[in-house]
């Protein structure tokens, strides 16, 4: 053999070998590429908020909840289409959970909704923990046309086995099942039975002579003397055989299943809003720049309180990051580490906003979560605009809500 | 030995080769069909054949028999006029669905943990066999497309009701009236398949009330027909020597 040869045979070996090798390291996916998604999509169509996981430890059977608010952004970009077929999802890697309830404004929403620019909801997810391990639990909501708008995600351990799992049903016919292993005995029986009839076919087909003789046969125009009478007769006989089970089968199905409906689909409109505390505050903005060195973000905010109580400016939310003031709110949600700034928020003067009084402040938002959540991608985004919340909060604890949306600058230097 | 001489030596000799022969193409054909054909139906059919919470009464008896009579009709075109073998529908049929079960068992129930009750295969056999049958009996692409392909559409519903019946129970659920297959596809969070792409339950066959899916039924049959004459035509043209010079032969 040439030594040329050997390369190549070797060097075919060594790829089979690899290609092996790599079917044997299969890391699981945790998560769900919500850093990839363009940051303008994170922050100016879905704003979610309130966040609240009840467990992060759960064993199988067992349930928790994601509950918490999310706000339709009214200057919902122009490149993606606006909510008015949406559906309220979760962001989990497959079942590893099921979802045994979701509720927008109390109402139950297991199709999809049409949601209104602008608006808030309350939402809430229930999770019967399925498959053990550790997965990252994201509030999700899917837009038609838009895609899917993933929200902040934390990290939930299920302990025990999937075994144990189960997923008891009662039907309206009085019959309790588990839908976990439901029917699947029917499923496997029909199949069986289907591709045994099927398998006999072929059996009296390929046991004869098949492709040279026949061929040959067919050249030389003998093709009619290759179907016998008999064979017409074993055919009808198939033929007949298959409708009258069809026909059959689908007799005593009707008798074991007198009652069944067909699946149910539509549109579920006029959801409940949910109503903040109308803001007193006004906040326009008069730039916004991103220092794409120091990782910050900075506003210049001119703030108006028009209500009667003085307030402080204490949180701004964006794509699910919260940069906080701790000397006005700290957060005691236990809300993920990796989406919280518990210092990240610098107001140049935020000294009580009396009622009446008009200030213009430097609002530094600045924290690692600007790269590692990619934020910063917003510089390459066809549209170059932030939007995000601010939190006021008054000396009694009563806070406001108000949306910022403008134009945003980088700077390189 | 000589280009001229006989690679075998007696008669027995090349019965034995020529079954040899036999398995290696039958082993060839069934697997480069299982490949094509699987990626056909999971191009054109996917979610409807994927998840019990599409196989609906309008849109899946609709689409499924529509887009998954192609690759019978081509490969009876192959094996009927080429040698005789009234075995093209079912062979297709067989491999897809073996595929499809590898698929469903390994991908969606093995890697991803979907119940094997809400993802298994829709039961295309029973068409595949009449298919068959009336090309066997009438010899002809004309008679098998427009008997078989109507026959094809015709059976598919009732062919799969004995397993889907079971999961179109209805269910009272936190105040709402669903189907078992509509909870099982609620249950079974799937992030990248959200509820409004789920194509169920659209159209216009208002006027015949619950009793849509015979009349979906026959106009799959009907479609069926145009896609078997036109795959049929397909599997002959692929089914020719003109590829191969005379002076190879």
């Known amino acids: 053999m040439k030594i040329k040869d050997k390369v190549a045979k070797l060097s075919f070996v060594a790829l089979l070998i690899t290609m092996t090798a790599a079917m044997f390291y299969a890391p699981t996916a945790s998560a769900h590429g919500e850093k990839s998604q363009a940051a303008f999509m994170r922050m100016r169509t879905i704003h979610w908020f309130d966040l609240h996981w009840s467990k992060e430890e759960v064993a199988?059977?067992?349930?928790?909840?994601?509950?918490?608010?999310?706000?339709?952004?009214?200057?919902?970009?122009?490149?993606?289409?606006?909510?008015?077929?949406?559906?309220?999802?979760?962001?989990?890697?497959?079942?590893?959970?099921?979802?045994?309830?979701?509720?927008?404004?109390?109402?139950?929403?297991?199709?999809s909704v049409s949601l209104e620019l602008g608006e808030t909801y309350e939402f809430k997810v229930l999770l019967k923990a399925r498959r053990p391990g550790d997965w990252h639990v994201h509030s999700m909501m899917n837009v038609q046309g838009g895609g899917p708008i993933i929200g902040p995600g934390k990290w939930v351990t299920i302990t025990g086995s999937m075994a144990d799992f189960v997923n008891p049903v009662t039907t309206l016919t009085g019959q309790t099942i588990d839908l976990e292993n439901y029917a699947l005995d029917n499923v496997y029986f029909w199949h069986a039975v289907w591709f045994a009839i099927a398998f006999a076919w072929l059996l009296f087909w390929i046991k004869r002579p098949m492709f040279v003789p026949r061929h040959i046969a067919v050249s030389t125009g003998k093709a009619n003397s290759l179907i016998s009478a008999g064979d017409k007769k074993v055919g009808m006989a198939f033929a007949l055989g298959t409708i009258v089970i069809v026909a059959a089968s689908m007799g005593s199905t009707n008798e074991k299943y007198p009652v069944t409906t067909p699946?149910?689909?539509?549109?579920?409109?006029?959801?409940?809003?949910?109503q903040m505390p109308e803001a007193t505050v006004s906040v326009k903005v008069d730039d916004a720049t991103y220092r794409v060195p120091g990782r910050a973000m900075q506003m210049t905010l001119t703030m108006t309180n028009n209500g009667d109580s003085a307030v402080r400016l204490g949180e701004f939310n964006t794509a699910g990051v919260r940069f906080l003031d701790p000397a006005v709110h700290e957060d005691d949600t236990n809300y993920p580490d990796d989406l919280l700034a518990e210092e990240g928020l610098t107001v140049s003067d935020n000294s009580p906003l009396a009622p009446g009084e008009t200030r213009t402040v430097e609002v530094t938002a600045s924290d690692a979560a600007w790269e590692v959540y990619r934020l910063a991608d917003l510089i390459y985004d066809p549209d170059s605009r932030f939007a995000g919340l601010l939190f006021f909060w008054d000396a009694k604890g009563a806070r406001q809500l108000v949306t910022v949306d403008a134009p945003l600058i980088p700077t390189f230097i | 030995m000589s280009a001229s001489q006989s690679a075998v030596r007696s008669r027995a000799e090349a019965v034995q080769v020529s079954r040899t022969f036999d398995w290696m193409i039958l082993f060839t054909l069934f697997t480069a069909v299982l490949g094509g054909y699987h990626i056909h139906y999971m191009l054109t059919g996917g979610d409807w054949d994927f998840w019990t919470d599409w196989k609906d009464r309008r849109l899946w008896v609709t689409v499924a028999p529509i887009v998954s009579i192609t690759f019978p009709a081509a490969v009876q075109a192959c094996l009927w006029w080429?040698?005789?073998?009234?075995?093209?529908?079912?062979?297709?049929?067989?491999?897809?669905?073996?595929?499809?079960?590898?698929?469903?068992?390994?991908?969606?129930?093995?890697?991803?943990?979907?119940?094997?009750n809400i993802c298994f295969p829709s039961n295309l056999l029973p068409g595949a066999i009449v298919l068959d049958v009336i090309l066997m009996l009438g010899n002809s692409m004309t008679l098998t497309a427009v008997v078989g392909g109507l026959a094809y559409g015709l059976?598919?519903?009732?062919?799969?009701?004995?397993?889907?019946?079971?999961?179109?129970?209805?269910?009272?659920?936190?105040?709402?009236m669903m189907t078992l297959a509509d909870l099982q596809g609620y249950?079974?969070?799937?992030?990248?398949?959200?509820?409004?792409?789920?194509?169920?339950?659209?159209?216009?066959?208002?006027?015949?009330?619950k009793d849509v899916a015979p009349v979906s039924a026959f106009?799959?049959?009907?479609?069926?027909?145009?896609i078997y004459f036109l795959w049929h035509f397909f599997g002959r043209w692929f089914a020719k020597t003109d590829f191969i010079a005379d002076d190879n032969l």
Do not use: C
């Open chain 1, 60 to 111: 199988v059977n067992d349930t928790m909840t994601l509950n918490g608010k999310f706000l339709v952004f009214a200057g919902w970009p122009e490149t993606v289409d606006k909510p008015e077929v949406s559906f309220l999802n979760i962001g989990i890697p497959g079942p590893v959970f099921i979802r045994a309830g979701s509720w927008i404004g109390g109402q139950l929403v297991p199709r």
């Open chain 2, 155 to 176: 059976l598919f519903y009732p062919g799969n009701w004995p397993v889907i019946a079971p999961l179109h129970v209805p269910v009272e659920y936190n105040g709402m």
């Open chain 2, 187 to 209: 249950h079974y969070v799937r992030t990248g398949t959200p509820e409004y792409i789920r194509m169920v339950e659209k159209g216009t066959l208002r006027t015949f009330g």
């Open chain 2, 82 to 116: 080429r040698y005789r073998l009234p075995v093209g529908a079912t062979i297709s049929v067989v491999a897809l669905m073996i595929g499809e079960w590898i698929n469903r068992y390994l991908n969606f129930w093995g890697w991803t943990y979907f119940p094997v």
């Open chain 2, 219 to 226: 106009f799959s049959g009907f479609v069926s027909i145009i």
């Open chain 1, 263 to 274: 699946l149910q689909a539509g549109l579920l409109r006029g959801m409940k809003t949910f």
